[in-house]
Nanobody, 122 residues
Framework: QVQLVESGGGLVQPGGSLRLSCAVS????????MGWYRQAPGKQRQLVAG???????TYADSVKGRFTISRDNAKNTMYLQMSSLKPEDTAVYYC????????????????WGQGLQVTVSS
């Protein structure tokens, strides 16, 4: 069984920083593209940043220059370094993987983490 374990959320003051982590656990053979999404109250879930298995990244315009996505393929872990945080960054942040294959050959498609609350407030 594959699981996504997220960590690093919390309360931070405007201008502060946080680092989110998403670890893929289980008998993992390959991990495809990964991404962070967020959903604020009353709004749709939206892509914050994505990274392919080869390390190509993409960012929402609202976070460019402030957030950095990265991954450690040896650890099957993805990170989101968030800096210069603003109150409008407040949301539940979700880890997503488009495709995971375990050693039995089973595929897990469009897999989501449980979500992390990030609150930016003074």
């Amino acid at each position: 069984q594959v699981q996504l374990v997220e960590s690093g959320g919390g309360l931070v003051q405007p201008g502060g920083s946080l680092r989110l982590s998403c670890a893929v656990s289980g008998s993992i053979f390959t991990v495809g593209a990964m991404g962070w999404y967020r959903q604020a109250p009353g709004k749709q879930r939206q892509l914050v940043a994505g990274i392919t298995s080869g390390g190509v990244t993409t960012y929402a315009d609202s976070v460019k220059g402030r957030f950095t996505i990265s991954r450690d393929n040896a650890k099957n872990t993805m990170y989101l370094q968030m800096s210069s945080l603003k109150p409008e960054d407040t949301a539940v942040y979700y880890c997503n993987i488009d495709r995971v294959q375990d050693y039995s050959g089973r595929y897990y498609l469009n897999y989501w983490g449980q979500g992390l609350q990030v609150t930016v407030s003074s």
